[in-house]
T-cell receptor
């Protein structure tokens, strides 16, 4: 398995509170991604990063922000959590864009917003 | 924008039955195609991928997929499923040399023993 950890693994929070999820990799891969997984929707890309301090929006970025100050860490922040952000969040990494392209996934964080 | 359609959301099979899960995508250019599997309570793992060459791709655990360019399809097959294949299966597409994957909604497979 790729060296990807996510923390916390489970979190329950109240509406309106800020939440930060962390993804940490030991593979030194350039690209990092945050997805949310919801029944019937598959995985939807929230934000991604193509290098330190280089990030871009995915298809469901509203209400989320990200930061990447080091190659190994990619943080996802919910500035003011809402119940619609209750979901399972997965981090993924990939090394290059060539023929060997593949995304490796972390174990996920289950977030419940009450 | 690219989109990926997986035809069946839930599939129930008995052990030893054959499996075919459909995947269609909408994108006119060159694409790379992937199937991922998520076992209960686990993260996504790659089953197989197609970049170029032989359109019949073999993956892990006896799975294979066929890329049919004219049909924009990449269906997943397995001749004989096992109870341990119970999982959710996701098709994903990447524009050639792109830096993102677009996933389908997933198909939940339950294999009865």
């Amino acid at each position: 398995d790729a060296g990807i950890t996510q923390s916390p693994r489970h979190k329950v929070t109240e509406t309106g509170t800020p939440v930060t999820l962390r993804c940490h990799q030991t593979e030194n891969h350039r690209y990092m991604y945050w997805y949310r997984q919801d029944p019937g929707h598959g995985l939807r890309l929230i934000h991604y990063s193509y290098g330190v301090k280089d990030t871009d929006k995915g298809e469901v970025s509203d209400g989320y922000s990200v930061s990447r100050s080091k190659t190994e860490d990619f943080l996802l922040t919910l500035e003011s959590a809402t119940s619609s952000q209750t979901s399972v969040y997965f981090c993924a990494i990939s090394e290059s864009l060539g023929q060997g392209y593949e995304q490796y996934f972390g174990p996920g964080t289950r977030l419940t917003v009450t | 924008a690219q989109s990926v359609s997986q035809h069946n959301h839930h599939v129930i099979l008995s052990e030893a039955a054959s499996l075919e899960l459909g995947c269609n995508y909408s994108y006119g250019g060159t694409v790379n195609l992937f199937w991922y599997v998520q076992y209960p309570g686990q993260h996504l793992q790659l089953l197989l991928k197609y970049f170029s060459g032989d359109p019949l791709v073999k993956g892990i655990k006896g799975f294979e997929a066929e890329f049919i360019k004219s049909k924009f399809s990449f269906n997943l097959r397995k001749p004989s499923v096992q109870w341990s294949d119970t999982a959710e299966y996701f098709c994903a597409v990447r524009r050639e040399y792109g830096n993102k994957l677009v996933f389908g909604a997933g198909t939940i497979l339950r294999v009865k023993s």
